[in-house]
């Protein structure tokens, strides 16, 4: 089921997510506001975090994930309406809950993790990671059959793509309200009666705090998690930046992009078994490397060097596969059941202000010195997580 949810809201994001920017810049007559989708979409994603985390503490993962497909659903229902009344800036809020999508995607990985026997944790995360892979791919080529059906319907122009989100939102919120029984993290703690009843709706900023305290090996895990997301964000947000200076066509830039996002998810199940066989420490130092090799090989290419930039975008989706996939499983084990809600919701929500700010920051970085040197500083960033890593203290290496 909640591989099932997954397909279905990833067509909805990538759907809706793929116009966001064109029809902002449409309705307000700017490139610079147009910017301003994408932000209001990884907002969305940030603010809701706690909030699905701390529903599910609460609740189980059927409330948390119904909080975020509901609310992104209602934020369909709003873009359908800015549109139509040529609003631009209710177009921005309504995107905003469009990002309540993400949240619950991210969420649902963690879902997969409160039933997993021993050595199996990477493994049943990987593949609803895995999931997204349809979607991301198909969401897109929806956009303009969606945007055809819409007018043929009566809708407004280019409000037929949201509007198959909106359905995409519903079947998904169908799918885990009628399907995800029993609930796997009321389930879990069914099985571990031990658990302080006053624990089990935890879900804030302190109790995330105080278990990561306690807890040096989930630590490790979130910055793992938090520099592979900053590290690919930065590096692919600038990408068709680069080589639209060397005159890339929208086409190329596609093809490199979706070998890029190929790279994110059709290994998952792979990394997966690999995290569960090897060890999630070592899956992570090896994702930093391919990091590494991602920011010198792309850092190191000139705008007309396609095959290089596509080489390193394509290790730069793998190595942030292998930091969350590794991370998220290495970070739900090393915290008690009680406290994962919390801790993995404070892990999505600095997952999604770190790409928020990587990608600020490297606008900034390319708009005044190059592409060349932003790749070098993710290198370096890499390069001292993977060290500090793999000089862990003795007692941290069964994580």
């Not at 699905?52 to 119904?66: E, M, P």
């Not at 990002?99 to 993790?113: I, K």
């Not at 609803?128 to 007018?151: F, H």
Request: charged share 10%.
């Amino acid at each position: 089921m909640l591989s099932t949810a997954q397909i279905v809201s990833g067509i909805g994001t990538a759907v809706g997510f793929s116009l966001s920017s064109l029809v902002v810049a449409q309705l307000s007559g700017s490139v610079t506001i147009s910017g301003l989708a994408g932000t209001a979409t990884v907002l969305g994603a940030a603010l809701l975090a706690l909030p699905t985390a701390r529903t599910s503490g609460k609740g189980g993962r059927r409330a948390g994930l119904a909080l975020a497909y509901g609310c992104a659903l209602l934020g369909c229902v709003i873009t359908v309406v800015a549109i139509t009344v040529r609003s631009w800036p209710l177009l921005l809020g309504g995107l905003v809950l469009f990002g309540s999508a993400s949240a619950g995607s991210l969420a649902s990985r963690y879902s997969a993790t409160d039933l997993s026997p021993p050595g199996h944790t990477a493994r049943h995360l990987s593949w609803v990671v895995w999931a997204a892979t349809i979607g991301s791919v198909a969401g897109p080529n929806l956009a303009e059959p969606a945007e055809r059906l819409g007018r043929t319907l009566g809708l407004a122009p280019d409000t037929g793509p949201f509007a198959l989100s909106l359905i995409s939102f519903a079947v998904a919120l169908v799918v885990i309200l009628a399907g995800l029984r029993p609930d796997p993290l009321l389930t879990a703690r069914s099985l571990a009666p031990e658990t302080p009843e006053e624990t089990k709706g935890s879900g804030t900023l302190r109790t995330a705090w105080q278990a990561l305290r306690q807890e040096r090996t989930a630590s490790r895990a979130l910055a793992a998690i938090a520099v592979s997301h900053t590290a690919m964000v930065s590096i692919m947000s600038m990408t068709p930046v680069h080589l639209g200076h060397g005159g890339a066509s929208y086409s190329v830039i596609g093809i490199v992009l979706s070998l890029h996002i190929a790279g994110m998810y059709i290994l998952s199940p792979v990394v997966g078994w690999l995290a569960d066989r090897i060890g999630r420490v070592r899956v992570l130092v090896l994702g930093m490397a391919l990091l590494l090799a991602a920011a010198v090989l792309a850092g190191g290419a000139g705008p007309h060097d396609v095959a290089r930039v596509t080489t390193g975008l394509t290790l730069l989706g793998l190595g942030w596969s292998c930091g969350l996939i590794s991370g998220s499983a290495m970070l739900s084990e090393a915290v008690r059941l009680e406290h994962r809600p919390a801790v993995q919701g404070m892990s999505d929500l600095l997952m999604n202000v770190c790409g928020a700010v990587g990608a600020v920051l490297a606008g900034v970085v390319v708009g005044t010195l190059s592409y060349g040197v932003l790749g070098a500083i993710v290198a370096v960033m890499v390069t001292v997580t993977g060290a500090w890593l793999a000089l862990r203290p003795a007692h941290l290496a069964s994580a």
